[in-house]
């Protein structure tokens, strides 16, 4: 059984930081892209950034130069550290993990992230 469970989140300040962390089971980790992605009310969940296995990442261009994600392929975890908040980044936070080979994707249940102007 798959399961991407994601921690971290929380309230914090504008210009705060916080670390959401992912970890995954019932998966081969290194076979699979994890990503976070990030949804608010009444919009589409959106990508906030991916990483491969070899540590290639992407980036949504409202996050660059301030989150950075990150994996530990003997722990089965993907970060995000998130780093000068603002008040737009707020929405939940999700973890997803596409499978390369299959393209099968896994979602986690999410992790809310409030942020206060």
């Known amino acids: 059984q798959v399961q991407l469970v994601e921690s971290g989140g929380g309230l914090v300040q504008a210009g705060g930081s916080l670390r959401l962390s992912c970890a995954a089971s019932?998966?081969?980790?290194?076979?699979?892209?994890m990503g976070w992605y990030r949804q608010t009310p009444g919009k589409q969940r959106e990508l906030v950034a991916s990483?491969?296995?070899?540590?290639?990442?992407n980036y949504a261009d409202s996050v660059k130069g301030r989150f950075t994600i990150s994996r530990d392929n003997a722990k089965n975890t993907v970060y995000l550290q998130m780093d000068n908040l603002k008040p737009e980044d707020a929405a939940i936070y999700y973890c997803?993990?596409?499978?390369?080979?299959?393209?099968?994707?896994?979602w986690g249940q999410g992790t809310q992230v409030t942020v206060s102007s």
């Open positions: 997803k993990a596409v499978r390369l080979i299959s393209r099968r994707e896994y």
């Open positions: 019932g998966i081969i980790f290194s076979d699979n892209v």
């Open positions: 990483i491969t296995s070899g540590g290639n990442t």
